[in-house]
């Protein structure tokens, strides 16, 4: 059973850089076709796909936060990371980790997701 | 405002059946065949209910049904009962690899 964990700071300063790490376990990161995506919601707000990194490394992210967002794999770790550079208010939400197998058009399974407040 | 509408909230009694539906306001996510949904009960993992319109994942049960008549998706829930009040969330396939979920549907069962 696939479970995934997101861990980071929980508190940012405004104009620093968010960092999140989610951490898989029952799979491994770099299994072939495997994509590994970020997913937040603001509150009151719906959700928000942030981007993913595949298996291999690569990215792609959501045109709204592409010029701040960084995603990359640690498969010595079996874990993958999320950086948002340059953060404000907005910023503040749940963040969630989500598995994406092969071309599949759906997230199964999530993490349980960690707030982060972005407040001086 | 997203590209996908959902009503901010519904209610209906236990033993009934309700319908969320998911409006597509932009071409953006072209011939909206890629349709999922997902039920979040707070401070837990968001789980998927739905995906391609209309198929089930196994362990979700048959009371969960999708379907889509042009640019609205749906989801409906028959027999409700109280553990299924929740949010929940409809996702699309937007192209060039991105994604697009609507703003999420809080679903009361009375």
């Known amino acids: 059973q696939v479970q995934l964990q997101e861990s980071g700071p929980g508190l940012v300063k405004p104009s620093e850089t968010l960092s999140l790490t989610c951490t898989v376990s029952g799979d491994s990161v770099s299994s072939d076709s495997l994509y590994w995506n970020w997913i937040r919601q603001a509150p009151g707000k719906g959700l928000e796909w942030i981007g993913f990194?595949?298996?291999?490394?690569?990215?792609n992210y959501n045109p709204s936060l592409k010029r701040r967002v960084t995603m990359s794999l640690d498969t010595s770790k079996n874990q993958f990371s999320l950086k948002l550079w340059s953060v404000s208010a907005a910023d503040t939400a749940v963040y969630y980790c989500a598995k994406q197998s092969g071309y599949n058009n759906w997230f199964d399974p999530w993490g349980r997701g960690t707030l982060v407040t972005v407040s001086s | 405002q997203s590209v996908l509408t959902q009503p901010r909230s519904v209610s209906e009694s236990p033993g009934h059946s309700v319908t969320i539906s998911c409006t597509a306001t932009s071409t953006a996510v072209g011939a909206f065949d890629y349709v999922s949904w997902y039920q979040h009960h707070p401070g837990k993992a968001p789980k998927l209910m739905i995906f391609?319109?209309?198929k089930r994942p196994s362990g979700v049960p048959h009371r969960f049904s999708g379907s889509k008549s042009g640019n609205t998706a749906s989801l409906t829930i028959s027999g409700l009962q109280t553990e299924d009040e929740a949010d929940y969330h409809c996702?699309?396939?937007?192209?060039?690899?991105?994604?697009?979920f609507g703003g999420g549907t809080k679903l009361t069962v009375l």
């Open positions: 391609d319109v209309t």
């Open positions: 990194v595949d298996y291999s490394g690569n990215t």
């Open positions: 996702c699309s396939y937007a192209g060039g690899y991105t994604w697009v």
